[in-house]
């Protein structure tokens, strides 16, 4: 009998604090030893002129979420995780959405049933609470955070979505008794309205208004809200897809006065600029880079690069919310009633096979960021911070054996007739990166290689986050 199921050779291991030549031997999907010249494996990869890289953790994406509008997601657990797996990732963190008036356990149980059988990667479930009702406060939720949906988004804009500041002081103090993580998305609502109807008032409808409509200085003012309520109630909590300087100088000043305030920024505040929704000529093309909160400017983008150099910045995730440009009858963001504004336009963009390629090439090819921070961004501490460590996120003997064997030198032109997701766009055509995986291992068996996806395999499943 062979003492390992498969060999890792030759390759250079990146952890979130060391870069070091060793082979990897894996056995039952999990990594049993570290060490040189391993031999005796029924399969072996060669990684010479690799870097061999945890498996990505994509701690915020959306699956085959529903929206309120009818406009359905391009992605569901299929196609959203065989693309997660080209680009890298062998865990991802999708969202089960409460909608408003529906039971929340409910929204749970549909979400497996949705993801069962059908995934390339390993999944988590975060949860969206969009309706803090006494039994959602007193009994569902702090029963499945005992279960281990141990993360949860909380929304503070959006009609059918979003908590008063009374609701979310009580959210977060359940969260705080039952130890869960707070996650926030922190724009102000009433001051995105008020723009909003100023804007429409002056013809000003198209998809660029969208951008100042949703303006930095909403994000910083929410950020501000949803720090001291969560210091009021003593309770940690993640500021997500954090956009520029304003909302990030508020978490630097949380974090001097010692609070528990966490931040996740996105590659579309390094790599998109508000202008890009202008599309050609304000025309409705700058639809497709719609997003909440939106791409700011260049200054902005330095801001976060500065933040994800420095440590402000934990995670970096892709939010994932996939439309396509023209779904059928009304479905994509090209429908009838966006084209009346932008505020009816679909919020999201894809990016979940382009998060790692994207910072790589920005950060580490460029000399912005070290290897071992990007790792640490992209895998580690998005699986420390939604309990999924040591098991993901890094490079260690009994973790599982979840793998990326990147090509530093590769050169690529970002493509949408390349990827894998549902929608019929990448808001990043054209770009040029250079660094993509080659080889995508997922609990020790081999899940794309040289790029090309094991369609048919589907190993990945649902993570009991108790059980870490
Ligand atoms: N928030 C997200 O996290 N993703 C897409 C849209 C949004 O508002
Ligand atoms: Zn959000
Ligand atoms: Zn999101």
């Given at each position: 009998m062979s003492e390992f199921d498969l060999v890792v050779r030759g390759g250079t291991i990146v952890t979130a604090s060391d870069r070091f030549r060793a082979d990897l031997g894996i056995r039952d999907g999990r990594i049993v030893q570290i060490g040189h010249d391993l031999s005796g494996a029924r399969e072996v990869l060669?990684?010479?002129?690799?870097l061999v890289l945890p498996g990505g953790v994509d701690a915020h994406v959306h699956l085959a979420q529903p929206t309120s509008d009818g406009t359905i997601m391009a992605d569901d657990f299929d196609s959203g995780t065989r693309a997660a797996a080209a680009g890298g990732s062998t865990t991802v963190l999708p969202f089960a959405l409460q909608e408003k008036g529906k039971s929340l356990r409910e929204a749970v149980r549909d979400y497996h049933a949705k993801a069962e059988g059908n995934c390339h990667v390993d999944v988590a479930f975060h949860l969206i609470v969009s309706d803090p009702t006494p039994q959602v406060l007193g009994q569902e939720l702090p029963a499945l955070i005992r279960d281990g949906y141990s993360s949860f988004k909380v929304f503070m804009t959006y009609d059918d979505l979003r908590l008063t500041d009374a609701e979310l002081l009580d959210v977060f103090e359940v969260a705080r008794r039952e130890k869960a993580l707070v996650m926030v998305h922190a724009e102000g609502h009433d001051a995105i309205r008020h723009i909003t109807r100023k804007l429409e008032a002056a013809?000003?409808?198209?998809?660029?208004y969208h951008a100042i409509a949703h303006s930095e200085i909403a994000e910083r003012e929410a950020t501000h809200r949803a720090i001291s309520h969560a210091q009021l109630v003593d309770v940690p909590i993640v500021i997500v897809h954090v956009s520029g300087r304003d909302p990030m100088e508020q978490i630097q000043w949380a974090r001097k006065r010692g609070l528990r305030v966490h931040a996740e920024t996105c590659p579309q505040y390094i790599a998109l600029t508000r202008d890009d929704l202008k599309g050609l000529n304000m025309d409705f093309e700058g639809a497709k880079y719609v997003c909440s909160p939106p791409p700011r400017d260049t200054a902005a983008q330095e801001a976060i690069w500065e933040g994800l150099r420095d440590g402000t910045f934990d995670l970096f995730s892709s939010d994932h919310a996939p439309f396509r440009y023209q779904g059928e009858a009304g479905t994509g963001k090209d429908n009838p009633r966006a084209r009346t504004s932008f505020k009816w336009v679909p919020n999201g963009i894809p990016g979940i096979e382009t998060r790692l390629p994207i910072l790589f090439s920005e950060g580490v090819s460029k000399g912005r960021i070290s290897i071992e921070r990007f790792v640490e961004l992209t895998a580690t501490n998005p699986a420390k911070l939604y309990g999924l460590y040591p098991r993901k996120g890094s490079i260690v003997v009994?973790?599982?054996?979840?793998?990326v064997l990147w090509d530093p030198e590769e050169a690529r032109t970002i493509t949408q007739g390349d990827l894998h997701h549902?929608?019929?766009?990448?808001?990043?055509?054209g770009m040029q990166v250079t660094g993509w995986p080659q080889v995508v291992v997922l609990k020790g068996q081999v899940v794309v290689r040289n790029g090309v996806?094991?369609?048919?395999?589907?190993r990945g499943g649902h993570i009991d986050r108790t059980a870490i």
């Open positions: 060669d990684a010479t002129g690799r013809g000003q409808t198209a998809p660029y009994g973790g599982d054996a979840d793998l549902g929608s019929d766009y990448t808001p990043y055509e996806v094991d369609t048919d395999a589907r």
